[in-house]
């Protein structure tokens, strides 16, 4: 069983920056693809960037693609998703993810645990 806890959403204002933490417990967070997905009220949730268990191999919604950054630290057991030039369609719920050795994870279904999200709303 992993648990993820996500932090550092919040309110800013539009072109600004956040960076969302996403701690896994566990002895194994290097074996683990990790996720970041979000969700905005009465939408589907959504990928939005996945990164590798090394993290040697990342990918981006077209939508983030150039704007948002996702890297890991294994030692901390943490996923980061940097965002910049922040847009108030980026407003939702971000949810991280992971799953075992997994390579392009981009559906909700590819992934096996959850955080409870962390809420990012972007003002215009």
């Known amino acids: 069983q992993v648990q993820l806890v996500e932090s550092g959403g919040g309110l800013v204002q539009a072109g600004g920056s956040l960076r969302l933490s996403c701690a896994a417990s566990?002895?194994?967070?290097?074996?683990?693809?990790m996720g970041w997905f979000r969700q905005a009220p009465g939408k589907e949730r959504r990928f939005v960037a996945t990164?590798?268990?090394?993290?040697?191999?990342?990918y981006y919604g077209d939508s983030v693609k150039g704007r948002f950054t996702i890297s890991r630290d294994n030692a901390k057991n943490t996923v980061y998703l940097q965002m910049n030039s922040l847009k108030p369609e980026d407003t939702a719920v971000y949810y991280c993810?992971?799953?075992?050795?997994?390579?392009?994870?981009?559906?909700?279904?590819?992934?096996?645990?959850w955080g409870q999200g962390t809420q990012v709303t972007v003002s215009s």
């Open positions: 993810a992971s799953v075992r050795y997994a390579m392009g994870a981009t559906r909700s279904d590819d992934y096996d645990y």
């Open positions: 566990g002895r194994t967070f290097s074996t683990y693809t």
């Open positions: 990164i590798n268990w090394s993290g040697g191999s990342t």
